[in-house]
């Protein structure tokens, strides 16, 4: 809301402007007969007209979508900016064709400007309100992206210059009755008013080319790249685990919408899928200001099974655990697998032993590995659990040793027992800056610091928020 005032006012603030300038320009033009001048008052008018419809165009781009204009009405700034275009190119055809026929004529009546204080005062004026208008425009434009306040300024801009041309133009007329003994210069000077009215045309066709190319590929979307790359390195840097496939951006008036492809693990869940498309969108919008994000997860390739993978998954298939894999070739070529199997401690090996020789079969068949060696140990592991909380003191402990070592402060602490077995678990804020190993090594040293500092412990987990 407060983004569409200010639009609104820098809208307003440029028809009054171009109002007060438009008529000026046009008293002064028909008192001198100054073409340069009269060319100036004609592009003012424009500008009127032009700001006008700016001030419209505002007022509609601010209104909210609807269902006949699900993307909001934002395009309508690039319809008013493709109509001033046009009626720039109107006024340019015309200062031209008008300028050439002064240009050729010998009539010292069509060749006359009545140069005064007046003509040069309003020039000068001109300059410095299309300097101060074209900034104030410029800067309002950036900060709300309008692509209508941005042609203002644009054109604003070249302005000064072409009423920098005219003050020369009519510069040049007021000394040529000095120099009528030099035929070239006087030839020249006494038509330095239409040469000036040509210079501010071909502004005016510059200005049109820029702002008819923009607004065309605003409303032909076209891909907006620079954003693009944004996006994309971005989600290369935050999120690497969800590699971009394709990426659409284009703009409707100052909102930025972003179509893409990401690829994520086929055998996600779809709360998990929801969790992660919200956490990228929210990624583009800090991106893209006011950005709408529109996120199509495809399923991930996944890459063919390790080895070890294959055996770890059979194991799980068969209730065991497994570690210590290793895989050789001898002399002659056959591959040899041996496993470290985990059973349950107190089992009796012959009630496993049909699982075992099935669990060997199929590492056999699936690596076709020529022998499976098999080393059965009791599973040790147990998943203990600590359902006493400790008291509040414990909490207090741990907060004084981190700040007696520097380290962050805790998000959360969670202090449990088991018996007379103690655990903590304590969240610190995440590092995103940090690499893996980095992040590795820094909670493990502060693992080791406070377990010299804290009384005895079953275990201590220092770990990153959520």
């Not at 009528?180 to 210079?199: E, G």
């Not at 899928?273 to 919008?285: C, G, P, Q």
């Not at 770890?312 to 894999?325: C, D, E, P, S």
């Not at 018996?419 to 678990?425: K, V």
Request: aromatic share 6%; charged share 20%.
């Amino acid at each position: 809301m407060e983004m569409d005032k200010q639009k609104s006012a820098a809208a307003w603030s440029s028809v009054i402007w171009s109002g007060l300038l438009a008529c000026t320009k046009l008293i002064v033009g028909l008192m001198t007969g100054s073409l340069g001048i009269l060319s100036e008052a004609l592009h003012s008018l424009l500008d009127l007209l032009a700001a006008g419809g700016t001030v419209y165009a505002v007022k509609i781009s601010a209104l909210p979508a609807d269902e006949d204009h699900p993307y909001g009405h934002g395009k309508v700034e690039n319809l008013m900016a493709l109509g001033e275009t046009i009626l720039l190119l109107t006024v340019a055809a015309w200062v031209i064709m008008e300028g050439c026929e002064r240009l050729w004529s010998d009539s010292a009546d069509a060749l006359h400007v009545e140069t005064s204080a007046w003509a040069f005062a309003v020039v000068c004026v001109s300059i410095f309100v299309d300097v101060n208008r074209a900034a104030m425009l410029k800067r309002v434009a950036k900060e709300t992206r309008s692509a209508a306040l941005e042609a203002d300024a644009a054109h604003f801009s070249t302005d000064i210059w072409s009423s920098a041309a005219v003050l020369l133009g009519i510069t040049g007329a007021a000394f040529s009755p000095f120099v009528q003994d030099i035929p070239w210069l006087y030839w020249f000077l006494l038509r330095a008013d239409v040469f000036a009215s040509l210079i501010v045309a071909g502004f005016i066709l510059h200005v049109c080319r820029e702002l008819g190319f923009k607004a065309i590929n605003d409303l032909m979307d076209k891909a907006d790249n620079e954003a693009a790359q944004k996006v994309r390195q971005v989600m290369q840097e935050r999120m690497p685990s969800y590699p971009v496939l394709q990426l659409r951006v284009r703009e409707v008036g100052n909102k930025p919408y972003v179509d893409m492809v990401v690829r994520v693990p086929r055998h996600l869940h779809v709360d998990t899928a929801h969790e992660i498309a919200d956490a990228i969108e929210t990624l583009v919008s800090a991106t893209l200001e006011n950005a709408e994000t529109m996120v199509h997860m495809q399923p991930l390739e996944e890459a063919p099974d390790t080895p070890e993978f294959i055996i770890r998954r059979l194991a799980l298939t068969h209730r065991f655990g497994v570690h210590g894999v290793v895989l050789m070739r001898n002399d002659e070529g056959q591959l040899l697998v041996a496993v470290d199997l985990e059973l349950p401690r107190h089992a009796a090996l012959g009630a496993w032993q049909v699982a075992i020789d099935a669990f060997r079969s199929e590492i056999k068949r699936h690596l076709k590995a020529d022998l499976v060696a098999l080393h059965v140990e009791p599973d040790i592991r147990e998943v203990p659990i600590y359902s006493n909380p400790l008291p509040d003191d414990w909490e207090d402990q741990v907060r004084q040793a981190m700040i007696r070592m520097g380290a962050p402060l805790p998000v959360s602490l969670h202090c449990h027992m088991q018996g007379n077995q103690r655990f903590c678990l304590i969240c610190i804020p995440q590092e995103a800056s940090l690499t893996v190993e980095e992040s590795h090594t820094r909670l493990t040293q502060l693992n080791k610091r406070l377990a010299e500092s804290l009384p005895p412990m079953a275990k201590i987990m220092v770990t990153y928020t959520d």
